[in-house]
């Protein structure tokens, strides 16, 4: 049976912007593209969710926060559902989580994540997210988190965190 | 460098079983592998530069890599071996043959020791039998690591 007063799916969307990655909190869920897909199957909401960065502490934060807003909204039942396919990528980050990114001294990750050359730490363009100068160079491929790598900058000499394309 | 020689040694061997499982006949098997393989290949790429780092640094930093490769050799050649899950794995289509890793793993692994001036180790003798359950007395101490916290305090949380 149909409930006509249920939430829709957009409303759904909009309720869960309000969840905030943990390790990351300038970012709502909906933003990074953790959450791949929300549907009603009959009376039960289906929320289906993608890990960023295998073994994230971050993920089942993410599950349980998301399950506390649908609890406090009386959304009625619901499943949290984990999908690994296909991976995430942070080239689903909007622009927005992007700028946010920049504004909380994280050089946001480069667009087109297959590209080798990013891979491999030969990153011409990360920007340094205090002084916006190129001349940055690499310290340690990881960084405070594993999704991070730890750069400086040779222009404001300020240490920053650059969010690795996957 | 005690960790990041077994590191690269690992990290070359998985990113090669990961691409091959990408092939896999089981689906979530796939998915996991083609998810893995990205971060893989950065765990590979940072273990690797670090024995470069060693290799290419001082002459303590070099020694220090050295022992390290030395201590880790017995430990290579399981990469490489079978049981009769990874037989029966095999057969099904769910995953590669693991020995036909070898050859691709060697060539990665000399690429970087090569570039850090350092000699692989010949192949000797290798310890076996992990994957049947025997193992050699560090995993008493591995375990009682692993376990001093919830034995100390049962029911610990954060």
Partial sequence: ?166 | MHSQSPDSFFSAWYQLYLEKLCQSKDEYLQGFAAKSLKEVKYHLQHASDWVIRMGDGTDESKQRIKKAVSDINDFLPEFFMTDELDEWARVEGIITDITSLKEDWNKLVLDVFTEAGLELPAAGWGQRGGKMGRHTEHLGFILAEMQHLQRSYPGAKW
Avoid at chain 1, 3 to 25: A, C, K
Avoid at chain 1, 71 to 100: C, H, N
Avoid at chain 1, 152 to 164: N, T
Wanted: hydrophobic share 35%; net charge negative; aromatic share 8%.
């Fill in chain 1, 1 to 166: 049976m149909v409930n006509d007063d249920r939430w829709n799916t957009t409303e759904i969307l909009h309720l869960l912007s309000e969840v905030y990655d943990p390790e990351i909190p300038a970012l709502n869920v909906v933003e990074m593209g953790i959450i791949r897909e929300v549907k009603w199957n009959d009376d039960t909401l289906e929320v289906t969710i993608t890990p960023t960065y295998s073994a994230c502490p971050a993920m089942k934060t993410i599950e349980e926060d998301i399950g506390e807003i649908l609890r406090e909204k009386f959304i009625g039942q619901y499943k949290v559902l984990t999908s690994l396919s296909p991976a995430w990528t942070t080239d689903w980050m909007t622009d927005e989580a992007r700028e946010k990114l920049r504004s909380e001294g994280i050089s946001p990750p480069q667009k087109g994540s297959t590209d080798k050359s990013l891979l491999m730490g030969k990153i011409r363009d990360v920007k340094c997210p205090m002084c916006g100068s190129y001349d940055t160079s690499m310290i340690s491929q990881f960084g405070s988190t594993a999704c991070k790598s730890l750069y400086k900058c040779l222009q404001c000499l300020e240490p920053f965190d650059y969010f690795k394309c996957i």
